[in-house]
């Protein structure tokens, strides 16, 4: 089985920063992609961004692009999103993913991730 726990979600004022942290543990495999996803009141789950297992690619939705960052640390089995430039529309929860088999590249697809953390709240005010 594997854990996913995020954290680093709040309130904070549009053109702020914020910085999510995914703690992934149990029988996670190390080079294995991750994703954000998110999810506004009354709206599917969407893909924020991933990063791959091998080569460390990073990948975005067009709406982040510019503003979010994906990185990764592998000893800690960690991944981070860190959020700048916020906008009241990135409001959602932020969930972390992973199907811990991937290791090239990065789907944007929910239906392909197995394992997913509990979420945690972003909220940006105007």
């Known amino acids: 089985q594997v854990q996913l726990i995020e954290s680093g979600g709040g309130l904070v004022q549009a053109g702020g920063s914020l910085r999510l942290t995914c703690a992934a543990s149990g029988r996670i495999i190390t080079r294995t992609s991750m994703a954000w996803f998110r999810q506004a009141p009354g709206k599917d789950r969407e893909f924020v961004g991933g990063i791959s297992g091998i080569g460390k690619n990073t990948d975005y939705a067009d709406s982040v692009k510019g503003r979010f960052t994906i990185s990764e640390d592998n000893a800690k089995n960690t991944v981070y999103l860190q959020m700048n430039s916020l906008k009241p529309d990135d409001t959602a929860v932020y969930y972390c993913?992973?199907?811990?088999?991937?290791?090239?590249?990065?789907?944007?697809?929910?239906?392909?991730?197995?394992?997913w953390g509990q979420g945690t709240q972003v909220t940006v005010s105007s």
């Open positions: 993913a992973t199907d811990n088999y991937r290791a090239v590249g990065v789907s944007t697809k929910e239906y392909e991730y197995e394992y």
